[in-house]
């Protein structure tokens, strides 16, 4: 049974910062691109970025592009969303998903497992 479980949100203060990580388990880690997703209340799912099987390639939405890092560590089956200069409009619940398809897919119906999501909540 394939499973991502997020963590690693909370509150925090414009301007701040906040690492999320995603640990894998029930999957091949590195068979699948994994992304990070965010919703915010009466909003669609956004995508938010992306890294290849082997971290050599991120892609990124540009409402975070220079703001938000993703990195992961297929022997630990993590993938990790670093998120720097936070603004209260990055308020959101933010979801890693996998997908086996490339890199740029950032359709949300492209990828094929979710976790459950971790509130971020930025204060002005």
């Known amino acids: 049974q394939v499973q991502l479980v997020e963590s690693g949100g909370g509150l925090v203060q414009a301007g701040g910062s906040l690492r999320l990580s995603c640990a894998a388990s029930?999957?091949?880690?590195?068979?699948?691109?994994m992304g990070w997703f965010r919703q915010a209340p009466g909003k669609e799912r956004e995508f938010v970025g992306s890294i290849s099987r082997s971290s050599g390639r991120t892609y990124y939405a540009d409402s975070v592009k220079g703001r938000f890092t993703i990195s992961r560590d297929n022997a630990e089956n993590t993938v990790y969303l670093q998120m720097s200069s936070l603004k209260p409009e990055d308020t959101a619940v933010y979801y890693c998903?996998?997908?086996?398809?490339?890199?740029?897919?950032?359709?949300?119906?492209?990828?094929?497992?979710w976790g459950q999501g971790t509130q971020v909540t930025v204060s002005s």
């Open positions: 998903s996998a997908t086996s398809r490339g890199i740029w897919v950032s359709n949300p119906n492209e990828y094929h497992y």
């Open positions: 029930g999957v091949t880690f590195s068979s699948y691109v």
